[in-house]
């Protein structure tokens, strides 16, 4: 399996998983693979939203299950 296959089968899978940890470096590299056609921009621009979205509602969600009020 070649590198332009992994990215064409698991790139968006990694920008997700990717943006929960290192946003900003894996947002460049996104935006290049799209620029070389291996991504489409609008996924490889909605996935790390996705990944923002999904890490602020579990975090807020988390924060309410384990904080108790005054």
């Keep these: 399996m070649t590198l332009t296959q ?4 698991y790139g ?17 590299l996104a935006g290049f693979a799209a620029h070389q056609g291996y991504l489409s921009f609008p ?3 909605s996935s790390p939203s996705a990944a ?3 890490a602020i509602s579990s975090g807020s969600s988390w924060v309410g299950a ?5």
């Excluded at 384990?66 to 005054?70: L, N, Q």
Aim: glycine content about 10%; aromatic content about 12%; some cysteine.
């Design 52 to 54: 923002a979205r999904w």
């Design 12 to 28: 968006y899978l990694a920008v997700f998983a990717g943006a929960l940890f290192e946003g900003e470096t894996v947002l460049l």
């Design 43 to 45: 996924g490889s621009s």
């Design 66 to 70: 384990t904080e108790r009020p005054c």
């Design 6 to 9: 992994l990215v064409a089968d």
